[in-house]
């Protein structure tokens, strides 16, 4: 049997257990973005007065400031470990060395603890979280673009690349894939000359982090590859990952394992005119799994970044018996191959097993647009009534309708199909599907839908 051109991960976070997944572990390397010279904090940026008042690094000392944002609750804004540990609650696992990370309930918005989760960091490509966010929604999926010249221009020296050759025509699918699963920074720009330019495009960014209350985050390049001022934190990290989430493409990319990607045009031997196309591999290791990690049970994306400066950085989302949460860890200080992952997998071993249990310590907050019409998290006790979606869209029937299939028309909901890997094969699990609102107030992320007839 052919393996499928597409292999998507169960995009209802429904996956059989790691050990049944072991045989998927692939050793294909990490696609780092190898860094630029460091640059020194005084080419930093000026942040906006919004902004947390410590200083954007591009080499970030071992101590976080004194001094940090405060949005989501006073406790994210202190230094150092923050956890309400009581009685039933299990205790944080020992041997976390990231410099900062938070593990958080995607639905409810809660932050079930956290580390330096306001710290100004470095991001590398988990950066791309917010490009997808921000530029995703501007192009169809089959729209094709011919790469000229300088939609390759001032890509960083060393960075990850998917493959893109001048004079080629691609679609905003491939060139999607190339984002999400190679890292591409290639296909950054390239999306990003289709988008005006790069500047344009940091720009939008930078106004989009701002809505979504991003407010530790200065985009400099959106590809995430080292350059002065250029920062982010697990808190805003997470806020992407959650914003994107809501929309089903990039569901459907960070979720996908393998894909196949054009190659160059060349001529065969007898003259005639040819394309081949190469597979991708996603380097998220979560996912994909390598020769010493399992593929993570639930696991559903988002994405990973790895450069000198930032150290790995990664962003996950997975569900377990109904719950998902959202993990971000950032710059492990210990040299450990897959370090990141190993070290995320912990983190949500102990958020499942301390959700509905641990009390929070502060939320992720909603964007401005939906905190200034009133629409806190939970708020409403349900799925917003007709308001307007965060794409545009608005949809007053989603959340009361029935998850009739496991493909929508690209309405307000969208549907996360239940599906498991056995054996490198994709199996369609007879069970749940998620229902993900693409509109605010949350807590509405992913709404739990029963598919049952």
Not at 128 to 155: N, W, Y
Not at 323 to 341: D, F, G, I
Not at 359 to 367: A, F, I, R, S
Request: a positive charge; aromatic letters at 6%; charged letters at 20%.
């Amino acid at each position: 049997m052919s393996a499928p051109q597409k292999k998507t991960i169960g995009r209802s976070l429904l996956v059989t257990s790691a050990a049944a997944l072991s045989s998927l572990a692939l050793t294909a390397p990490l696609a780092l973005a190898a860094p630029s010279p460091s640059p020194s904090p005084g080419g930093a940026s000026k942040s906006s007065a919004s902004k947390s008042s410590a200083s954007p690094s591009a080499s970030p000392s071992v101590t976080p400031p004194a001094k940090m944002s405060t949005v989501g609750g006073a406790r994210l804004g202190r230094a150092g470990t923050q956890v309400n540990l009581a009685s039933g609650v299990p205790v944080l696992p020992k041997d976390i060395t990231a410099r900062s990370w938070i593990v958080t309930d995607a639905e409810s918005g809660e932050v079930l603890a956290s580390h330096n989760a306001h710290w100004r960091l470095p991001p590398a490509s988990t950066m791309k979280m917010l490009f997808a966010d921000t530029v995703l929604p501007k192009f169809a999926k089959t729209e094709k673009h011919k790469v000229v010249p300088s939609d390759l221009a001032g890509i960083g020296a060393g960075s990850s690349m998917v493959g893109i050759k001048e004079g080629e025509t691609y679609t905003v699918h491939d060139l999607w894939l190339g984002v999400f699963l190679r890292s591409g920074n290639d296909a950054v720009h390239v999306l990003s000359a289709m988008n005006k330019g790069v500047a344009k495009t940091v720009a939008e960014m930078n106004e989009h982090a701002e809505e979504l209350q991003a407010l530790d985050t200065h985009v400099v390049s959106p590809d995430g590859y080292d350059a002065p001022g250029q920062v982010s934190s697990a808190y805003d990290l997470t806020l992407f990952a959650r914003s994107g989430l809501q929309k089903k493409d990039f569901r459907e990319y960070c979720s996908t394992v393998t894909a196949k990607f054009p190659g160059a045009t060349t001529k065969n031997k007898k003259g005639k005119t040819v394309r081949k196309p190469f597979e991708i591999q996603n380097t998220n290791r979560l996912l994909s799994g390598d020769y010493d990690i399992a593929q993570y049970q639930g696991i559903a994306g988002v994405k990973n970044g790895n450069t000198t400066n930032a150290g790995a950085t990664f962003t996950g989302v997975a569900e377990r018996n109904g719950r998902v949460l959202l993990v971000t860890v950032m710059n492990p200080s210990k040299e450990a191959h897959n370090e990141v992952y190993k070290e995320t997998a912990k983190l949500f071993d102990w958020g499942f097993k301390a959700a509905g249990k641990v009390q929070p310590v502060g939320e992720l907050v909603p964007p401005k647009g939906a905190a200034q019409s009133g629409n806190q998290p939970g708020s409403s006790g349900q799925a917003g009534g007709g308001s307007a979606g965060s794409d545009g869209s608005g949809d007053s029937g989603a959340s009361a309708r029935p998850v009739a299939s496991a493909t929508t028309d690209g309405g307000a909901g969208g549907v996360w199909t239940a599906v498991a890997v056995t054996g490198g094969l994709l199996v369609l699990l007879a069970a749940g599907a998620f229902l993900v609102n693409r509109r605010w107030p949350l807590p509405d992320l992913v709404r739990r839908r029963s598919s049952r007839p």
